[in-house]
């Protein structure tokens, strides 16, 4: 594994207001990402961006320090003054080699996020490795890497208590909202039809509140969340000319810039001047801090869910001694299946090589006397050969994984 690299930024150094101008939206990753993997001659590469954590998951045979990171951040040509980058570099984090994949395997687990025991994070690193596995930044390599990183979640997740009655960031909101003793047919603005918001209406459909709008980028994506919650379906800029008032606001994007302004909340009030709730789960925050100066508003945000999270981790202890003792032996099981998998890549060549011999014996060393036997006689040495050919192929590679298993 000493080809694995990891460059992160979490909740754990660094300021979660400030996360957010890391962030890569969608519609950019390919070309930042295509931009680093050129220049560093990254053979394999991808991006994972949640809540609380940005981290670049590659495989280099490069030293990484901090200013080979300082080096790529500007590579990738994010909205940072020289100031902010200088920071970024001092609070990031460095895993290479056993490091970088047990720090992986302890993302999966959900051992690494803001709160213990959330199987949210499993089907983000999932969905983060497949995007950029279609897009063409990954490979065998960490296709093996993702395989095992998997298999150990599912592991932590089955065979210890870590997840029982989780508490995720999302249900820890909705707790916080529950709290405020809302009736059931508020008026909830709903920006964003991403995971986050997904999950979080599925708690308030399950506890019968019913009274939606949903926004947008995609006025598609607004369409099927809305029908799922008999609701009304708009696009973002909707949200400039939207009348019919509102109670809650929930959001969650993947904007680099503030989506409601004061200019936008004030136009959403239409006057009225009562306490409202924002339940703002992005990072960077889609609120702008003037909205949350300027208004009587019940602010939840991701930030303020750290006490909790931390009283969750305590909570867990025992749970994540048993899981650290799950990614210590998946760890320990994974290097001979690295290993094998390295001696069948390097013997991909054995079938053609042993292809070219035979075809040089019987085309040209052996052709004449090959020529002067009978049909019987030359179709004989052909089914001998082949048999030969085909037994030959896999001694090598037999031998050699039988080597690798005695040695490990």
Do not use: W
Request: with cysteine; glycine share 4%; charged share 30%.
């Amino acid at each position: 594994m000493k080809y694995l690299k990891i460059i992160a930024f979490t909740h754990k150094y660094v300021d979660l207001k400030d996360l957010g101008k890391i962030v890569i939206c969608e519609e950019s990753l390919e070309s930042r990402l295509e931009s680093v993997k050129t220049k560093f001659d990254l053979s394999e590469i991808f991006y994972l961006g949640t809540c609380n954590r940005v981290e670049f998951v590659f495989s280099s045979d490069k030293n990484i320090d901090h200013t080979f990171v300082k080096s790529f951040i500007q590579t990738l040509n994010l909205p940072v003054s020289e100031d902010q980058l200088d920071k970024f570099v001092s609070q990031a984090s460095i895993y290479e080699d056993v490091e970088a994949f047990n720090h992986l395997l302890r993302i999966s687990c959900s051992l690494e996020s803001l709160v213990v025991g959330e199987k949210e994070i499993l089907a983000q690193l999932r969905k983060a490795y497949e995007t950029c596995r279609a897009a063409g930044f990954t490979g065998d390599y960490l296709r093996l890497i993702m395989g095992r990183v998997v298999k150990t979640a599912k592991e932590v997740y089955t065979q210890t208590g870590i997840s029982r009655k989780p508490i995720s960031v999302v249900s820890l909101a909705y707790r916080k909202l529950r709290e405020l003793k809302m009736c059931t047919n508020a008026k909830i603005l709903i920006i964003g039809a991403g995971e986050t918001n997904r999950n979080i209406t599925k708690y308030l459909k399950k506890h019968k509140y019913s009274n939606f709008a949903v926004f947008n980028r995609s006025l598609t994506n607004a369409e099927i969340l809305a029908s799922e919650l008999g609701g009304k379906a708009f696009g973002l800029e909707g949200l400039k000319t939207y009348k019919d008032g509102f109670d809650v606001i929930i959001t969650c994007t993947s904007a680099t810039e503030p989506i409601i302004t004061n200019e936008i909340y004030q136009s959403l009030l239409n006057g009225d001047t009562s306490r409202k709730v924002i339940v703002d789960l992005a990072v960077p925050n889609d609120t702008s801090p003037e909205v949350t100066e300027k208004n009587p508003i019940t602010f939840i945000e991701v930030h303020s869910l750290q006490e909790i999270a931390d009283a969750n981790l305590k909570e867990r202890y025992d749970e994540l001694v048993h899981a650290e003792q799950i990614i210590g032996q998946n760890i320990q099981d994974f290097r001979p299946v690295l290993k094998q998998r390295r001696v069948e890549i390097a013997m991909r060549e054995v079938p053609e090589r042993i292809k070219e011999i035979k075809d040089n014996a019987l085309n040209k060393i052996f052709l004449s006397e090959i020529e002067s036997m009978d049909d019987n006689s030359r179709e004989l040495l052909g089914r001998v050969i082949s048999y030969i050919e085909k037994k030959y192929i896999s001694v090598p590679m037999v031998i050699a994984k039988d080597i690798l298993m005695k040695n490990s």
